[in-house]
């Protein structure tokens, strides 16, 4: 089935630093890939997506890049803020699925210290 | 525009007691669902509903727990009785679209519930 693998966390990064968090699918065919953010007390909110290889989804300064030949979609940032301190969890959504259908990764919590 | 509302934010129980969890989408969402979100895990779907018809609840342990949408609109979810093992973040999440064409989720702060 499908199934999605994230880098363990913490992360803990100094403000302005570079962030990168790992994520590899295994799906059938071309899901479509998502990043969500679970700030401390609230629901998941999607961060950013993309839908078919070689797409690069992109808000509020992350960015992440759906490489169909390492099965990836790893999340960047250039330079992180407190305000960015999170558990982000990557996710994918068959082909088709209307996004109705959300296979998740375990989460990766980032801790930003100014 | 509101959000999805859950209610109660937390809840503590002793095992075997039953517990239900409310929640109330986006106005005019037509897709419901429920995960379960055991902590240091990612969540899990339990029951999808495209309005008040049950989508897909093969991931739902239905020897204690239930869920219903109410006319399509407000949604309950019970667990009865309550194992250790169900202490976990109980999410709600609603879209606007239809199967197959549900389109983005949006979650709610989600029920912490604590069996002890």
């Known amino acids: 089935g499908d199934s999605v693998t994230q880098m363990e966390g913490p992360v803990t990064l100094s403000e302005e630093a570079f962030l990168t968090i790992n994520c590899t699918y295994t799906a059938t065919g071309y899901p479509s890939l998502f990043w969500y953010v679970q700030y401390p007390g609230e629901g998941l909110q999607l961060l950013l997506k993309?839908?078919?290889?070689?797409d690069k989804g992109s808000n509020k300064g992350f960015e992440a890049t759906y490489r169909k030949e390492t099965t990836s979609f790893h999340l960047e940032k250039g330079s992180v803020q407190v305000s960015d301190s999170a558990v982000y969890f990557c996710a994918l959504s068959p082909l088709n699925s209307g996004y109705s259908t959300l296979t998740f990764g375990k989460g990766t919590m980032l801790l930003v210290s100014p | 525009e509101a959000g999805v509302a859950q209610s109660p934010r937390y809840k503590i129980i002793e095992k075997r007691q039953s517990v239900a969890f409310w929640c109330n989408p986006i106005?005019?969402?037509?897709?419901l669902y429920w995960y379960q979100q055991i902590l240091g895990q990612g969540p899990k779907l339990l029951i999808q509903f495209q309005n008040n018809g049950v989508v897909d609840d093969s991931q739902l342990p239905k020897d204690r727990f239930s869920a219903e949408r109410l006319k399509g609109v407000d949604s309950t979810l019970k667990i009865q009785p309550a194992k250790l093992e169900d202490s976990a973040v109980y999410l709600c999440a609603s879209s606007l679209g239809s199967i197959p064409y549900s389109y983005e989720q949006y979650f709610g702060p989600g029920t912490r519930l604590t069996v002890t």
């Open positions: 993309a839908t078919k290889a070689d």
């Open positions: 106005s005019g969402h037509a897709t």
